[in-house]
């Protein structure tokens, strides 16, 4: 992806993540909850699963294709110094000799090619093979001969596979940018177009809409969830109160309105209610900015966000207000 494309794709996923967030909301539109809506995160999905084949590094098809190599060098090395010898003292032939005499150094790159390398043992292959059985006093048997044989059809199937994985980023790369023309397609000329709906239907809606569709210098940036009032009454826990779409680095900015004088106790948990790690402390009227993971956030596991109302021994209700960060 070019440095455009990496900012659209961050805004491409902000608005994902908006119309997974709000399904409830936009079902009163059908032609976004049934069309709109499932096309265009089925496009943006396409366009992250294409760009990891564009990216995908070469690196291990071309160190196979060097083992494989060695292999069927190392092999047929053996099994032509044996042919030479047998038809050097057992039956001399010094056209068939000559055909699989060869110094080490010769087979090594950059002296031979790896197509080279794939004639040249093919052929010793083919000399050897009538008289694998015959071999065994230059210390090759049959066995070692059929190796050769096997090292050398593992060998040719690898032998393309470097070029072929760069096709095969290439052709990646050249359908995420036709992936790009129809995703944008798909937003500015249908979903920006009925999410007008909302303007004056849903404005809180169709602004948060529209921060998701912005694109900033780091290509996407948080989306944030409207704000969100709550009261917590009593020394009591609430469990799950804020429910979104989080990870580790999403940021939690929480204030609180108590007026008895008694703190906010703020943190993730894995247990409904109650908490179960670290957890930060609010004082009344002040406002706490945290990301998730510092909030005891776990990736991984089953989190929910709890509060606890810290006045003893009968407090009055806390207002909390609260604005999440994806």
């Known amino acids: 992806m070019d440095d455009s494309q990496i900012e659209h794709v961050g805004m491409f996923v902000?608005?994902?993540t908006f119309l997974n967030k709000k399904t409830s909301e936009l079902a009163s539109t059908p032609v976004i909850a049934a069309t709109l809506q499932p096309a265009f995160i089925a496009k943006i999905d396409e366009i992250l699963a294409e760009e990891e084949d564009a990216s995908a590094p070469i690196t291990g098809s071309t160190e196979l294709k060097r083992n494989l190599?060695?292999?069927?060098?190392?092999?047929?090395?053996e099994v032509a110094a044996a042919c030479v010898a047998y038809y050097t003292i057992t039956v001399p032939n010094p056209v068939l000799r000559k055909k699989c005499e060869f110094q080490r150094s010769d087979l090594q790159p950059p002296n031979t090619r790896d197509s080279d390398l794939y004639i040249k043992m093919k052929r010793v292959h083919t000399i050897a093979e009538p008289?694998?059985?015959l071999l065994a006093p230059f210390g090759v048997v049959a066995a070692d001969v059929d190796a050769l044989d096997t090292a050398l059809a593992a060998y040719f199937i690898q032998l393309e596979a470097p070029f072929d994985a760069r096709g095969e980023r290439q052709a990646?790369?050249?359908?995420?940018?036709?992936l790009f023309v129809q995703a944008m397609e798909l937003l500015t000329e249908q979903l920006d177009v009925v999410m007008k709906f909302y303007v004056t239907n849903n404005p809180e809606l169709h602004d948060y809409y529209?921060?998701?569709?912005?694109i900033d210098?780091?290509?996407?940036?948080p989306i944030p969830d409207e704000d969100e009032t709550i009261t917590i009454a009593s020394a009591t826990f609430t469990g799950d109160t804020f429910s979104p779409e989080v990870n580790e680095n999403s940021r939690y900015v929480i204030t609180s309105g108590a007026s008895n004088g008694a703190q906010l106790n703020i943190g993730f948990s894995n247990?409904?209610?109650m908490f179960s790690g670290p957890f930060k402390t609010v004082d009344p009227g002040t406002t706490l900015d945290e990301k998730a993971v510092d909030l005891g956030y776990i990736a991984g596991t089953t989190n929910f966000i709890v509060l606890q109302n810290t006045g003893s021994p009968n407090p009055v209700s806390i207002t909390v207000r609260g604005k999440v960060f994806y």
């Open 14 to 16: 902000k608005v994902k």
């Open 217 to 221: 210098q780091t290509g996407g940036g």
């Open 131 to 133: 008289i694998k059985a």
């Open 210 to 214: 529209l921060h998701a569709r912005s």
């Open 172 to 178: 990646s790369g050249e359908q995420v940018d036709r």
């Open 69 to 77: 190599r060695t292999d069927a060098e190392d092999k047929g090395f």
């Open 271 to 273: 247990m409904l209610g």
